[in-house]
């Protein structure tokens, strides 16, 4: 395809490469997990439905990091891969500032700075990505496919018949949806935490998003700010940028690409955040708190002026939950499987959220296929023992670059860009998720009926940082390290 985002497609297999599983699947949430889990079943063979909570698949929202690794399966379906490219910001700009205005990277390509850090710019680890248009990109492919979707069917209950080996979700209104396997794509306040986890619920993490995405013509209230925040570079001027700004307990990014500007803030909560899209606060509750927990330096005027020009009912105040890393993923049976955020939340900072979700996806709907109807509670159990110690360390990994982000060592900066900006080790993003599933699925599911534990098994090389050992861990853990100033603790292994 000629584009820094290809895929190998020599090994394609799009839809009908497969013969039908005869597997029946219900998938519970229209994320990016719920939506790959789709289009990827039913290239795998097996029957899909959706169930979705709203009236409509929300496809609004601002930018957010998308893998190397989540896109390899894109190589199956090439209107998803040109439509990826299409979209993608290959000649992005990046620029580093102090949280108080001082500018302390200049500007430089995105394929500049892969460089500088010995990488190669032609397979960058991810890019930056607007939400609406790849969700809308995911969504008129699934529409293409004929996807049987049923709305406003909010799902509280999760069950399973293990005489029948059916798994049964229920909705608010007393409705009962049955399939051989239902995925919950639910996000972090999935009910089905109850049948698979116990009552190990998500928890406030104390922190929060301000997030805004709005047409850049509202920049012409205000020149000085147009200047600063509608400058884009490159030789006609017109090529995205993305402008960081770090300080004490905060980070904040600006995206202007043509036409558009968004910007994100991470925050101490303020009491009217919200896990919801559609949650919206004013300017000046943004402005009168973006000061707090930062220290004696203010934010940059700059900004603040901002955060004024954006419009009404457009700010979301998005709050970050998170759960401890839980091995248990599915229903005793190995009926129910949770995928994405209802398996394993993640901070903003780990660049992840997305990554690990669509991962999942690809994941599940490979182990099904490969293990056929008759061994689907087998299937199930090794695709988790394939993600688990992965997203465990990639969890891990963003608590680490939130204290980068937030607790830079501007001295050290100067010398090395990449102390400024999130890890983004090669055993994240050097991935296949549906290649590593066929070549180690019977080594792995061997592994489960021996009996081996998962941080046991020798057989398989590891998806997850090389030399490491899993030892659990607790989001309690962690936040007291921070709070006595402690590094976090990644472990063993080689991280970098």
């Known amino acids: 395809m000629g584009s820094v985002y290809d895929t190998d497609t020599d090994d394609s297999k799009p839809v009908g490469s497969y013969p039908p599983t005869g597997i029946d699947v219900l998938i519970v ?21 959706m169930l979705e909570r709203m009236d409509d698949i929300n496809t609004a929202g601002d930018m957010y990091f998308m893998g190397h690794s989540a896109i390899q399966f894109f190589r199956h379906w090439p209107d998803l891969l040109q439509e990826y490219d299409n979209i993608s910001m290959g000649n992005a700009w990046l620029e580093t500032f ?18 500088r850090a010995g990488m190669d710019p032609n397979k960058p680890p991810g890019a930056f990505q607007m939400r609406p248009l790849v969700y809308k990109m995911f969504v008129r492919q699934v529409k293409k496919l004929g996807v049987d979707i049923q709305f406003g069917k909010k799902v509280v209950d999760y069950r399973e018949d293990t005489s029948r080996e059916k798994a049964i979700a229920i909705t608010d209104q007393g409705e009962q949806f049955e399939a051989d396997v239902v995925i919950a794509a639910d996000g972090v306040g999935s009910k089905s935490q109850k049948l698979v986890g116990g009552e190990v619920r998500a928890r406030s993490s104390g922190r929060a998003m ?20 509608g400058q884009m570079y490159g030789e006609n001027n017109d090529e995205p940028v993305i402008r960081s700004f770090l300080g004490p307990g905060t980070y904040a990014l600006a995206l202007t690409r043509p036409g558009t ?5 991470n925050h101490d909560v303020t009491g009217s955040e919200e896990e919801s899209w559609t949650h919206t606060v004013e300017s000046d509750e943004v402005v009168d708190n973006m000061d707090k927990g930062v220290g004696a330096e203010p934010w940059a005027p700059m900004f603040k002026e901002l955060v004024k020009l954006t419009p009404p009912r457009t700010i979301l105040n998005f709050e970050l939950f998170w759960r401890n890393p839980q091995p248990s993923w599915c229903s005793p049976s190995g009926r129910v499987i949770q995928i994405g955020d209802a398996a394993h939340s993640f901070l903003p900072a ?9 991962e999942d996806a690809v994941s599940l709907a490979t182990c099904l ?9 087998l299937s199930v159990r090794t695709h988790i023992r394939f993600r688990f110690v992965r997203c465990a360390c990639a969890q891990k990994l963003g608590f680490s670059n939130a204290e980068l982000l937030q607790d830079t060592d501007w001295n050290k900066v100067k010398s090395d860009y990449k102390l400024a900006q999130p890890k983004m080790p090669k055993w994240i993003w050097k ?19 021996q009996g081996v534990p998962y941080d046991e098994v020798t057989t398989i090389p590891p998806n997850y940082p090389p030399g490491y050992k899993y030892h659990p861990w607790s989001i309690d853990q962690i936040m007291e390290d921070v709070r006595a100033g402690k590094p976090v603790d990644l472990g063993n292994g080689d991280w970098d």
């Open 431 to 449: 991935y296949d998720p549906e290649k590593y599933a066929y070549e180690n699925y019977d080594k792995m599911a061997e592994a489960i009926r």
């Open 350 to 358: 780990s660049g992840n959220g997305a990554t690990q979700a669509i």
């Open 261 to 265: 500007l968004i910007w994100i803030m």
């Open 369 to 377: 296929q490969i293990g056929g109807k008759e061994n689907i509670p």
């Open 210 to 229: 301000w997030r805004a995405a709005f047409d850049s013509e509202h920049l012409e209230k205000n020149q000085e700010v147009k200047k600063f925040f």
């Open 98 to 115: 102090k949280h108080s205005g001082e500018r302390t990277i200049p500007p430089m390509k995105v394929s500049d700075r892969l460089r």
């Open 29 to 49: 949430g229209t994320g990016l997990a719920g939506l790959t889990a789709s289009i990827e079943c039913i290239r795998k063979g097996h029957n899909v439905r």
